[in-house]
């Protein structure tokens, strides 16, 4: 006999428990950083315009992804008005590297995919002595009114990159997470604006970042998710500060070598590193000693400028220590820390913000912006 036709009131119980139970668990799954296909069997699919990324003097990649593996096409128009077509064959991730670009230049884009168009632009980085403006963000990836609030300043300001301090999508670095929290507060920004992100925790903890080196074509200088680029005056090094909570002593030495290695050969006026963990921070538990201790000698032995983190969700700027300036920027979204101005501060500030970066061959201004395009904080370096 049919156990629901002998007790009905199972069948109403059933119709109540499933459908409540398995939205309590997806729910749960969220607040925790999960994603539903992350959890359950198959491959998780994603949706995205074209966006640009590791824009040079000379080369630049498109991107975009499907659920579905589709072909696409992309036509490039440089700046004489000639048009290429590249056809590219089915596939989930499409990845177009352009190559043999002119420096400073500006290029269109068109990206055909399915039924959908997506077009956009990027301008080619200036020669070393040209002229650059960074904006620098990091802990960002909420989905926060804060996080497109600080979006529509980066895009107001217009800068020629964006460097990310880590912590790109939150609680997990989740696939099905960067829609809302990456592609979706910055769609008026990527089209036309490449990012260099670096790798924070958060980005770490869902398949080990498959979705970050998925999402983001970095330079392949390095290794591990760090790596180094030539913008105009600026050479910019990211670093890998996740080794240090989890990484081999064989990696985190392969690092440094390849750090040291990196900056004694680079020609440019300016230097500048990223990092998520901060060797300096005024906020209680998020400086990381063992990043200080291994790194800062040699940010001060190769005369590092400038070094940007993440970490702490709020602002921070040192006084130069050894001759370096470290800036913490971590109120890209996410909620803040309180701060409390230590020795080391020249400026502290509990505020979601953006940091610029105007570069010549003889000067550094930075600011910090915050959400309401307050400039908050300003200091300019000199090249020496």
Known sequence: MNIFRRFPFLVVLALIFIPVSLLVATTAADRLGYCVNDVLPGEPGLNTGAYVQNVSSNEATVLWRTAAAREGVLELTDPSGETERFQLESAKIQRVELTDLEPGATYTWKVESGTETHEGSFTTAPEADGVVRFAAIGDSGTGSLAQYEIAAQLVANDP???????????????????????????????????????????????????????????????????????????????LNTELYDGGSEAEIAAQKAWLEADLAATDRPWTIVVLHKPPYSSTSGKESTAVRDDLAPVFAEYAVDLVLAGHAHNYERTVPIDGVTYIVTGGGGADLYDIKAGELTAVAEKRHHLVLLDITPERMAISAIDRDGEVFDSVELTSS
């Not at 301090?165 to 989740?174: E, M, P, Q, S, W």
């Not at 979705?211 to 983001?216: D, G, I, S, V």
């Open 160 to 238: 020629d990159a964006v460097l990310h301090t880590g912590d790109v999508v939150y609680r997990r670095g989740a696939l099905c997470h960067y829609g809302p929290r990456y592609f979706a507060p910055y769609a008026d920004l990527i089209a036309t604006t490449p990012v260099f992100p670096v790798l924070g925790n958060h980005d770490v903890m869902a398949h080990n970042g498959r979705a970050w080196f998925e999402t983001f074509a970095i330079p392949e200088n390095g290794a591990e998710g760090y790596y180094s680029f030539d913008y105009g005056p600026a050479h910019v090094v990211a």
